[in-house]
């Protein structure tokens, strides 16, 4: 009889484990987001800077707008972000089309005076230059996926869409345009806090947090109603990367 017990007590303890036991989301290019209504449109400016041993680098503003847009026939999704930085030369603005309700990219075109305009066309397991856009400093551009992947000019965009919770945990394949080869990413909201804003608001958070593959430790602050990004704080080697709203 003490030997059932001791078995029916270890059984419940193991069903007890797997109950609590968080199961890693994989989210790929092509799957619905469920929350897609909760996609903030309109438009948006966030602060950017970067510290470094207490004394600020570098500022920066940006202003982010989401639409939704009818081409051809066709719905998209259309991101437009425009940043100001104290270099003329990195500043600069991009354009970006996406499928309404899984975000899988269709194309990107961004322009700055450093690089001149880069125009991307993602095509299922490849991505190229945009053939139809003038003075594409990328037209040569292909590159072969082993798998679609998201846009990281999107993230804070495409992070707001998560279901989240407390230790909710997903996996998701992003590639920067122009940049090295795509890559998975952990994300796991790893905490809630509440913030007070400059007007004496108090919002309820989620914090969400990934760390680029061990680069660099990054956590998000979203509002737990509709989700909305309020602020990012990162580290990478000797630098502190800031962003926040503004309200």
């Known amino acids: 009889m003490k030997k059932t017990k001791h078995i029916i007590v270890i059984i419940s303890m193991i069903c007890s484990w797997q109950l609590n036991a968080q199961v890693v989301d994989t989210i790929r290019v092509g799957d619905q987001f469920k929350k897609i209504d909760q996609l903030e449109m309109g438009t948006t400016k966030d602060i950017i800077f970067t510290e470094m041993a207490g004394v600020v ?11 939704k847009v009818n081409i051809n026939g066709i719905d998209y999704l259309a991101f437009r972000h425009s940043w100001t ?57 292909n590159l072969d996926l082993t798998e679609p992947t998201y846009n990281w000019e999107i993230d804070l965009e495409t ?50 947090f990934t760390d680029y593959g061990g680069t660099q430790p990054t956590k998000f602050w979203y509002t737990k109603t509709k989700q909305n990004f309020i602020k990012m704080e990162g580290k990478y080697k000797q630098l502190t990367i800031r962003k926040e709203r503004i309200f």
């Not at 680098?57 to 639409?67: A, C, D, I, W, Y």
């Not at 194309?107 to 700055?112: A, D, G, K, L, Y």
Request: net charge neutral.
């Open 159 to 208: 992070y707001s869409l998560l279901p989240m919770k407390m230790g909710y945990e997903a996996v998701m394949n992003f590639y920067h345009p122009g940049g090295s080869a795509p890559g998975f990413y952990n994300l796991k909201v790893i905490g809630s806090e509440k913030l007070l804003l400059p007007d004496g608001r108090e919002l309820d958070c989620w914090v969400l």
């Open 85 to 141: 930085t104290g270099n003329p030369e990195t500043s600069g603005d991009f354009y970006y089309l996406c499928e309404p309700e899984t975000l899988k990219p269709v194309q990107h075109i961004r322009n700055t005076k450093q690089n001149g305009k880069e125009a991307f066309s993602f095509q299922g397991m490849k991505i190229v230059g945009l053939d139809s856009a003038t003075d594409n400093a990328i037209k040569g551009l």
């Open 57 to 67: 680098r570098s500022v920066s503003l940006k202003t982010k707008s989401t639409e």
